[in-house]
């Protein structure tokens, strides 16, 4: 494969600042918004509660609020995604109380909700953990909260739910992942007063109301990440463009180890293509600036090729190993021991069927199949469409021989 590809807009913060909106007063318009099943079930369940939601524009959502008088979204909806956990900080933010089902997503671990519900306490509001999330808050007050665990749901959820809380809320030992930074700019945008998003301490000053913005969202990360694996494994001369390469520093750092060259510009990467297999590398996932987990199984396929014996130690999600079963489906060598995946590189896979179990495990299959010998068929694309806008067409415009087929 060669040329160049766009990223789209990040989807871990479009999905969190579009419920997000619903705090405003008045009509915002959010532009570089991935055309992705996440993002048009979250606009469902902002319409289900009384938004207006605008999607024809591609690439822009426009969402009017004022009329939302509901803060019981359905669990049709709500089961579909992880982020649908956001409606809990955003409604309690704007209506005092929320009733919300669940989160569904990918599975990939436990996933508890504990650190959001012990900030919605701290900030004064009762919470009722049963089948539905109820809360209640007959007023919001500042407060400090230390998150046992760093948690990028956590901290956005907190924020959210903080943003007009009487005083000052400061939350210590916070993610710092790209996608928290964008969604306190989005607020601050709306006329909140939120520092120090990006570091482990964030302070959000209570105020009466956010007001209508114009915003636009940041490059996918991990859409970058995925391409730069991609490129790598495939040995495709790709200009990765509308990426923000500081953002990539965790892969180009393992991808460089592995043997690659990778030529950055401001917005732009490229990995320049290698006739030998990459080196093997021990890989450990962290939070960002680490290793992002979401990375690690797009970067497993690329390191089933690898010249030795490599390692992912995967500290996140336990259950993130589930594509590997796949993976050795089409010739891999992978192993465990005590929750480190041991993969012992082979010369070549080889296509078969194999299916995504998950939105990143899918990408992982993507990779393999460019990667391996014959066809593979992959199924379980809804996973994978969950989170990247129009990956067929892009791998197609690039030259690669994918199709989307109806079974
Ligand atoms: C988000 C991302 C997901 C990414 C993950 C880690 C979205 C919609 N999803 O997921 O793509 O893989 O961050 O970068 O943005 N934890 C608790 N209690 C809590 C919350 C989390 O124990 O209340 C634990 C989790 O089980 C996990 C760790 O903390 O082990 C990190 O989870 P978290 O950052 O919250 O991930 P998600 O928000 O689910």
Redesign the pocket.
């Known amino acids: 494969m060669s040329g160049e590809v766009t990223v789209s807009g990040a989807k871990?913060a479009a999905?969190?600042i579009i419920p997000a909106a619903l705090i405003s007063d008045g009509v915002c318009v959010i532009d570089n918004i991935p055309e992705i099943e996440d993002v048009k079930v979250l606009a469902e369940t902002l319409r289900s509660l009384g938004a207006k939601v605008d999607l024809s524009v591609p690439g822009q959502i426009t969402i009017d609020p004022t009329e939302v008088k509901s803060i019981c979204p359905s669990e049709k909806l709500t089961r579909k995604?992880?982020?649908s956990y956001y409606l809990m900080g955003a409604l309690l933010a704007r209506f005092g109380s929320a009733k919300v089902p669940p989160p569904g997503?990918c599975y990939?671990?436990?996933?508890?909700?504990?650190?959001?519900?012990k900030g919605f306490m701290a900030l004064g509001a009762d919470v009722k953990n049963t089948n539905v999330v109820e809360i209640n808050a007959p007023a919001l007050h500042g407060a400090e909260v230390y998150l046992?665990?760093?948690?990028?749901?956590?901290t956005i959820n907190i924020m959210l739910a903080a943003v007009k809380a009487e005083g000052t809320t400061t939350i210590f030992n916070c993610?710092k992942?790209p996608?928290v930074v964008e969604v306190a700019n989005f607020l601050n945008n709306m006329g909140a007063k939120i520092k120090g998003a990006g570091t482990d301490i964030i302070k959000i000053r209570g105020v009466k109301q956010l007001h209508s913005c114009s915003y636009t969202l940041i490059p996918d990360q991990?859409e970058t990440g995925t391409w730069m694996v991609i490129a790598a494994a495939t040995k495709s001369d790709i200009t990765i463009k509308n990426c923000i390469p500081t953002h990539m520093e965790s892969l180009s750092a393992k991808l460089e180890e592995a043997g690659y060259r990778i030529d950055e510009g401001e917005d732009t990467l490229r990995i320049i293509p290698k006739e030998e297999r990459p080196r093997a590398v021990k890989v450990k996932t962290m939070?960002?600036p680490g290793f992002?987990?979401?990375l690690q199984q797009p970067f497993s396929a690329l390191l089933c090729c690898a010249q030795g014996t490599s390692t992912i130690t995967e500290t996140?999600?336990e259950q993130r190993y589930r594509h590997l079963d796949e993976l050795r489906k089409m010739g891999a060598t992978t192993d465990f021991n005590d929750r480190v995946a041991v993969i012992e590189g082979v010369e070549k896979l080889y296509g078969t069927d194999v299916e995504a179990l998950d939105l990143r495990g899918g990408a992982a299959l993507i990779v393999a199949g460019l990667m391996a010998e014959g066809t593979t068929t992959i199924t379980g694309v809804q996973y994978i469409d969950r989170g990247y806008e129009k990956i067929v067409e892009k791998l197609q415009s690039l030259g690669a021989d994918i199709e989307r087929v109806k079974m």
């Open positions: 871990n999905v969190a995604m992880r982020a997503g990939i671990g436990k996933r508890p909700i504990d650190q959001h519900l046992d665990v760093v948690s990028v749901g956590a993610a992942e996608h991990i939070v960002y992002p987990t979401d996140i999600f």
